[in-house]
């Protein structure tokens, strides 16, 4: 069964940064794409990043400049690295496997002073 945990959440000031890490399971370590989603309070869920199979990433434009994504095969992990977080990037945070219904449990994101 193909399994995906977040971590890596939590509150934050503006202007700081945070890393989030979607670990993989039952699925063959960068075989994969994987995207970040968030979905504010009253608002509708948004892509944040892509990372394809093949290495090729996408990102929002919201987020271009100040986010990257990576993956560590060994780990079979993704990571969403956050930098110059604003209190609009205060959201759940979930990872998605491309092409399947599989999604992880989320993780909240707060940025405020």
């Known amino acids: 069964q193909v399994r995906l945990v977040e971590s890596g959440g939590g509150l934050v000031q503006p202007g700081g940064s945070l890393r989030l890490s979607c670990a993989a399971s039952?699925?063959?370590?960068?075989?994969?794409?994987l995207t970040w989603y968030r979905q504010a309070p009253e608002k509708q869920r948004e892509l944040v990043a892509h990372?394809?199979?093949?290495?090729?990433?996408n990102y929002a434009d919201f987020v271009k400049g100040r986010f990257t994504i990576s993956r560590d095969n060994a780990k079979n992990t993704v990571y969403l690295q956050m930098s110059s977080l604003k209190p609009e990037d205060t959201a759940v945070y979930s990872c998605?496997?491309?092409?399947?219904?599989?999604w992880g449990q989320g993780t909240q994101v707060t940025v405020s002073s």
């Open positions: 990372s394809a199979s093949n290495g090729v990433t």
């Open positions: 998605h496997l491309a092409g399947t219904s599989v």
């Open positions: 039952g699925i063959i370590s960068g075989s994969y794409g």
